[in-house]
């Protein structure tokens, strides 16, 4: 069984609910790690540059406001046995995740699935699936109104192929998917 020891939380604190951050405390709590809570403020576009003067002040305030929610978030689950950090990051969501997860050596992302201004008709969202693409750990998507633990985890294997390589990239995605399903 692989220990996580480095968790990132990638959430939406315009949410209601952070059923992300509920699973990724409980994981923590399990392998001892520490928790890092971000979430992401995209540049403000340059036509926003252009007809506000006061940009920089207002995108400095809601960068504030997402650091008070996710300090607010954070200490819902304040526990002493585990390290709980936030962080808000700026600029393109997917890209600024993946970033993190190189700058701080992350060996799992749980992050919503879809966030609040979403404009997927499918289950997933465009941050969503650009992580499953990109990102160098483990990604777990949580739906943003999940209410009970997943029954159910997939994991893609590729068994059509014979070569060590393969088997051993079979072997670690199989044995971190039973990870996630243990308790």
Not at 134 to 139: D, F, N, S
Request: hydrophobic letters at 40%; charged letters at 25%.
């Amino acid at each position: 069984m692989k220990k996580f020891k480095n968790i990132l939380v990638a959430t939406d604190s315009r949410l209601d609910s952070h059923p992300a951050v509920e699973d990724a405390i409980r994981l923590a709590l399990k392998h001892g790690a520490s928790v890092t809570i971000v979430d992401v403020v995209p540049e403000p576009s340059w036509i926003a540059r252009q007809v506000t003067g006061e940009i920089d002040h207002l995108y400095d305030l809601e960068i504030q406001e997402k650091l008070e929610k996710l300090k607010w978030l954070a200490q819902g689950f304040d526990e002493p046995t585990i390290d709980v950090n936030t962080k808000v990051l700026r600029g393109k969501t997917s890209l600024e995740i993946v970033r993190q997860v190189l700058r701080d050596g992350h060996d799992l992302v749980v992050a919503v699935a879809k966030g609040a201004g979403s404009k997927s008709q499918t289950a997933f969202g465009r941050t969503a699936r650009r992580l499953l693409r990109t990102c160098p750990c483990v990604v777990w998507l949580v739906a943003p109104n999940a209410s009970v633990r997943p029954k159910h985890v997939a994991a893609c294997l590729d068994v059509a192929n014979d070569s060590p390589t393969d088997q051993e990239l079979n072997d670690k995605v199989y044995s971190l998917a039973t990870t996630l399903c243990e308790d």
